[in-house]
């Protein structure tokens, strides 16, 4: 914001209140009521606003206070920002941000604990990101920013609190590249986001049986580096994919069907997902833990592919 005057920041209480989870915290009194604007709770409303913001020159960056209330905004992120660019011809860019928290938080229940990427990386002229830490956040809201293009971040509720190395100054993280956060040589992992972490202790735990995870962090979901997985695979020969949304379609199965493409001389074993299951979240804590993926869950994922 201090960059470019175009850069403004808008939802539901991200200014006086500070962001729900102070994400924007010191933002309004820094660049005042003209750029950090809070609106009401009309999510259709403030995104469809933004859109004709980036479509006059701004760079709006739009909070979703939780990616779960996009669905109100779906039609005005699919039929207008994913599109306009493409209907006009080119006369119009759309260099917007809708960010916020994406999947399980804590007890939160059926409505507000949904992993929304799988509905948003199959529409065309989207681009989809979800950092995993610190570093990574501020590296690809940036790159986010000074896309051309709608750029969707998504992040996770239960990372905010996540402690790392961030560079000072400029830093930029490339969308559409993959990054390997842990070497291996009997099991390639991929995932995203807070499972990342949740991979990480289970790879752990699994190299004291001596099975070595080489654990790919996607970062980018639209477009996909399926090429360093690949790579991966042709070194492990196997593949197992971890995400918290649910099995059907998304992330986990369009990489799948990649890398069997790609690199299915290479497979030992054929490829595998942990998901969240295909349920609707409950409320109560011991339901909500059997249906997300945690380290348990990985650790059978992997001795399974690995028994092939």
Known sequence: MERDERVF???????????????????????????????????????????????????????????????????????????????????????????????AARQTAAQHSQAMETFYVSIPGLKVV?????????????????????????????????????????????IGLSQCVRAGADVTVATWGKMV?????????LASEGIECEVIDLRSLRPLDHATVVASVRRT?????????????????????????EAFESLSAPILRVTGRDASMPYNKRLEDMVVPDAKSVVEGVRAVSAW
């Open 197 to 205: 972490h949740v991979v990480l202790e289970a790879a752990t735990s």
């Open 130 to 174: 979800c950092p995993s830490t610190p570093a990574d956040a501020k590296g690809l809201l940036v790159s986010a920013i000074r896309d051309d293009n709608p750029v969707l971040v998504f992040e996770d509720e239960r990372l905010y609190g996540t402690k790392g190395e961030v560079p000072d100054g400029e830093h930029l993280v490339p």
């Open 237 to 261: 020969g196997r593949l197992l994919v971890v995400h918290e949304a649910w099995p059907y379609g998304g992330v986990g199965a369009e990489l799948s069907d990649r890398v069997q493409r």
């Open 9 to 103: 920041l808008m939802g539901e209480e991200v200014g006086h209140y500070q962001g729900a989870y102070k994400v924007t915290e010191g933002l309004l009194a820094r660049f005042g009521d003209r750029r950090v604007i809070d609106t009401p709770i009309a999510e259709e409303g403030f995104a469809g606003v933004g859109i004709g913001a980036a479509m006059v020159g701004l760079r709006p960056v739009i909070e979703f206070m939780t990616w779960n209330f996009s669905a109100v905004a779906f039609d005005q992120i699919l039929s207008n920002a994913a599109k306009i660019r493409q209907m006009s011809g080119g006369q119009f860019n759309i260099p917007i941000v809708f960010r916020g928290p994406n999947g």
